[in-house]
Every structure is written in structure tokens, then in C-alpha cells.
């Protein structure tokens, strides 16, 4: 399967647009990897004595895992954001085979129709050249 090709071309600014909630993705992704780091409680030694749940609650105004639903949230909006691109591009093929269909259904039916003309004519000429007189006959004069 040829993705450059005319049938399965992606439009520009689809393809832009995928990207675009792609590279969010990929953000929001690492973001929530990064915050599961702040939910322990305070200890006396490095990292949970300044990467914990109090301190971040404390510089962002909301609880760790309050924020990290709202990521979640942001994510699944995104990421069904980026599976509207393909929904858009299938029915765009989707009508696209029902127009090629449509062509080739009229192609045959075109065909045909100049197949049985030919034939007709055919026969016709046959038929003409049946009931000419033929001289050296005795029934013609």
C-alpha cells in the first residue's frame, strides 16, 4: 500500500493536525510519568523531602492526584481529538470507492450497451446481405 498515492492521500492539514495531538500526547503522557513521582508523603532525605505531595499541592494549589486526574482527562480528550483525523480520512476513502464504483458501474453499462449495438448492426448487415438479389440466381432479376 502506497501512502503517497492519490487514494490514500492524507491532506495536508490532517496531517498536521495528527501530529499536532500526537506531539500533546506524548506530553501529557510524560507529564503524568513525571507526577507519580510527587505523591509520596514528606520524608527526612532526598528526593520525597522536596518532590512530594504537600510541596506540590503547596506550589500548584491542587492535590497530586486531583491534577494528575485532569491530565488524564486532557489525554483521553486528545487522544479521541487525534482519532477524529481518522474518522474524517476513512470516510473521505469511503466515498471516494463509492464514486470508483459508481464509474466502473457506468464503464459496464456503457460497454454493453455498445457491445449490443454492434451486434445489432452486425446482424443487420447479415440480414441485408441475406435478402440481396445475387445475380447467377435463378429467383433474381
Known amino acids: 500500500m502506497d501512502c503517497g498515492s492519490k487514494r ?3 491532506s495536508l492539514a490532517q496531517r498536521s493536525a495528527y501530529c499536532q495531538y500526537v506531539a500533546h500526547c506524548r ?3 510524560g507529564s503524568l510519568c513525571c507526577l507519580c513521582w510527587v505523591d509520596p508523603p514528606r520524608v527526612p532525605f532526598f528526593p520525597a523531602d522536596l518532590l512530594n505531595a504537600d510541596t506540590f499541592e503547596q506550589a500548584i494549589g491542587v492535590s497530586p492526584i486531583l491534577f494528575r486526574s485532569f491530565i488524564g482527562l486532557v489525554l483521553a480528550v486528545t487522544m479521541i481529538r487525534a482519532l477524529e483525523v481518522f474518522e474524517v480520512e ?11 464504483q459508481i464509474l466502473a458501474a457506468e464503464r459496464d453499462r456503457i460497454g454493453r450497451e455498445l457491445h449490443d ?3 445489432q448492426t452486425v446482424y443487420t448487415a ?6 440481396a438479389p445475387q445475380p447467377g440466381r435463378a429467383d433474381s432479376r
Open 126 to 131: 447479415g440480414l441485408l446481405v441475406e435478402s
Open 8 to 10: 490514500f492521500a492524507v
Open 117 to 119: 449495438g454492434a451486434i
Open 90 to 100: 476513512t470516510a473521505r476513502l469511503i466515498e471516494a470507492m463509492e464514486q470508483q
Open 27 to 29: 506530553s501529557i503522557v
